[in-house]
């Protein structure tokens, strides 16, 4: 099984930025899309960016131009760098991987979930 771990999540006050990471324990050969997920109090897992096997990316209009999606393919990474965060950007982030693992195949996971808490 692949499992992936998540973190860089904590308390931040408004207008400050966090970096999350998220880290596959396998080794992917080859990817479809890498992504980041967010659940708020009260409201529905919502789609938050993702970057796909060519490197293209994509954001949710809520975070355009303040979030920015990437990964490092030798360490099997993707990261989440959010700069100018909003009190509305507080929710529990989940990373999603669709993508050959080496010896496995095809595989849809999810991390854990980190907490980004964004307050005065």
């Known amino acids: 099984q692949v499992q992936l771990v998540e973190s860089g999540g904590g308390l931040v006050q408004p207008g400050g930025s966090l970096r999350l990471s998220c880290a596959a324990s396998?080794?992917?050969?080859?990817?479809?899309?890498l992504g980041w997920y967010r659940q708020a109090p009260g409201k529905e897992r919502e789609y938050v960016a993702d970057?796909?096997?060519?490197?293209?990316?994509n954001y949710a209009d809520s975070v355009k131009d303040r979030f920015t999606i990437s990964r490092d393919n030798a360490k099997n990474t993707v990261y989440l760098q959010m700069n100018s965060l909003k009190s509305e950007d507080t929710a529990v982030y989940y990373c999603?991987?669709?993508?050959?693992?080496?010896?496995?195949?095809?595989?849809?996971?999810w991390g854990q979930g980190t907490l980004v808490t964004v307050s005065s």
């Open positions: 396998g080794t992917i050969v080859s990817i479809k899309s």
């Open positions: 970057i796909t096997s060519g490197g293209s990316t």
């Open positions: 999603n991987f669709k993508a050959w693992f080496r010896g496995l195949g095809y595989l849809e996971v």
